[in-house]
């Protein structure tokens, strides 16, 4: 039978060749009983006042008023609620898959060291609550890597105060230093059926008047009606306002010289419903196709309203008074911006007249003659 004192020794060199064996092969679990754990789990979402992330040269602030999330590097402009919301609750449900024991030259080969780390730090109020360092992604590997590639399906974090490093099952590309990630870009979403009136005003042609009908036909005004319309400029028209965005607000010191709008353009477009929504189209924006833009809203009388005979003054009067209580909610959300929008809305948004006459149909080629002849000899 083996003595005590032989078991203490085997038990005492075990237990240093698994260290040394734990030691050698590198980053390994700290703690199995972590994995699916989450990795903020006294993160309380509600409590957060600003959001500030950093990589590279770039850092945005996303932070709540009492107006609700705005962005400061963006002259306090409306952040988009969803993306701030959906970002919380990302943050707060993720789930550790591995704890990694690492040293510095381990940690730089994480992603630790590069310019790349991704540094987000939440906060309430002047307090600080949590700081993370989003180091590399881990890509997808053996069986379920993409055809197309490698795709990541994970990233090393380093928690601010903690020694330890975490594997988590999420790359986070959410956690973004682009202003462009937060911003709520959307401005209009007129669909085509909704249009009644289109006009377009530039230093060329002066006014031109665009009319929808009920079919949905677009056509120069009656008093226009001797000018032939190119009917597949119509949909870009009508749609012109159709899931409005902007790529940029510009900084609202600038004046009207700095942005273009001196010899400005104008795009108004009436609703059937009675809102009219007039554009000021800047010049191009240095060399490129896009321009910046002024909204303004006013409440019209409804094209339906217009032609129809007496009808309920009372009723009227509340129609009227919706109408003017939605162009004032439009004008305090517009007002006090100037937005840079793509070059693909922009060119419609200043179209001339000539742009939309249909051009005559090219004259038909002239017949071939019927006869050749061959060595002066005239053959049918």
Do not use: C
Request: aromatic content about 6%; charged content about 25%.
């Amino acid at each position: 039978m083996m003595k005590n004192k032989q078991i203490g020794t085997l038990v005492a060199a075990g237990a240093v060749l698994a260290s040394l064996a734990w030691m050698l092969s590198g980053p390994q679990p700290k703690k199995a009983a972590w994995m699916g754990s989450k990795l903020l789990p006294k993160l309380a979402i509600n409590a957060v006042d600003e959001i500030r992330i950093a990589t590279g040269s770039d850092t945005v602030r996303v932070v709540r008023t009492e107006n609700g999330w705005v962005l400061p590097e963006r002259y306090n402009y409306p952040a988009n609620f969803e993306t701030v919301k959906q970002f919380m609750i990302k943050l707060a449900d993720l789930k550790i898959g591995q704890v990694v024991k690492a040293n510095d030259a381990q940690r730089q080969k994480m992603g630790f060291s590069s310019d790349s780390v991704v540094n987000l730090t939440l906060k309430a109020g002047a307090n600080e609550i949590v700081t993370l360092a989003m180091g590399a992604t881990r890509q997808t590997q053996g069986a379920q890597a993409s055809p197309y590639g490698s795709i990541p399906d994970g990233r090393y974090v380093a928690i601010k105060g903690d020694p330890a490093v975490y594997l988590i099952g999420d790359a986070m590309n959410e956690a973004s230093a682009q202003p462009s990630r937060w911003l709520d870009t959307a401005l209009l979403d007129i669909t085509p059926e909704d249009v009644s009136t289109i006009t377009l005003e530039n230093p060329e042609d002066g006014i031109i008047v665009l009319r929808r009908d009920d079919q949905g036909k677009v056509d120069f005004d009656p008093a226009d009606a001797a000018t032939p319309f190119d009917e597949s400029k119509a949909y870009g028209l009508s749609g012109a306002l159709n899931y409005l965005s902007f790529q940029e607000v510009a900084d609202p010191s600038l004046d009207d010289a700095a942005l273009g709008f001196a010899t400005a353009r104008t795009f108004t477009l009436k609703t059937k419903a009675g809102i009219r929504y007039q554009l000021r189209v800047s010049d191009r924006i240095g060399e490129s196709s896009e321009r910046y833009i002024r909204i303004k809203a006013t409440a019209d009388q409804p094209a339906a309203a217009a032609t129809a005979d007496g009808g309920d003054d009372t009723a009227k009067k509340e129609a009227d008074k919706t109408l003017a209580a939605k162009a004032d909610e439009l004008n305090k959300r517009f007002a006090p911006w100037t937005y840079k929008i793509a070059s693909y809305k922009a060119d419609t948004l200043v179209s001339t007249r000539e742009s939309l006459i249909k051009k005559p149909d090219p004259a038909p080629a002239e017949a071939a003659e019927t006869t050749t002849t061959t060595e002066g000899i005239p053959h049918e």
